[in-house]
């Protein structure tokens, strides 16, 4: 059974640019605003209650992260890797989406164990996760396919 399709794009500096995610909730689709300031999207719930528009505070330096699956946050990861040094511990902003595809905005606190491994310190709600990033930014422990070949 699939739990969760992801799809996230990325822009040239490595934000993200569009993120659609489906699960049995429902379908969102966040992306930012021009200006870097707010997210802007839509939730389709699968009870049929209609498209509910959504704007969200946004700072360029914030991630989204679907809660239980690496990726959105591993794109954040790995973009932080030449400024954060193996040992050190950081706090970023996110848009934490949970399972039911409720929104939070939180903090969480990550430290950088290795050169591609991260943990995401536990917190009230969240639990602590490990997550290996490989040298494209990519989950290690998963599968990619490109939308374009050269």
């Known amino acids: 059974m699939i739990s969760h399709a992801v799809l996230l794009e990325v822009d040239l500096a490595g934000r993200p640019a569009r993120l659609e995610l489906t699960t049995p909730e429902g379908l969102l689709t966040l992306h930012p605003s021009a200006d870097g300031t707010q997210l802007h999207g839509n939730i389709v719930r699968s009870g049929g209650w209609g498209v509910k528009p959504l704007t969200l505070r946004w700072d ?11 990726l959105a946050i591993a794109v954040g990861l790995h973009r932080r890797r030449e400024q954060t040094p193996v040992g050190d511990t950081i706090e970023i902003g996110v848009i934490a989406i949970g399972p039911d595809l409720g929104l939070t905005t939180t903090m969480r606190r990550i430290r950088r164990e290795g050169v591609g491994a991260w943990r995401i310190l536990p917190r009230v709600g969240f639990l602590e996760t490990q ?9 290690a422990a998963g599968s990619n396919w490109p939308l374009e070949v050269d």
Not at 60 to 70: F, Y
Not at 131 to 139: A, F, R, T
């Open 60 to 70: 360029p330096e914030c991630e989204i992260d679907v809660v239980g699956r690496p």
């Open 131 to 139: 997550i290996e990033i490989d040298l494209d930014g990519l989950p």
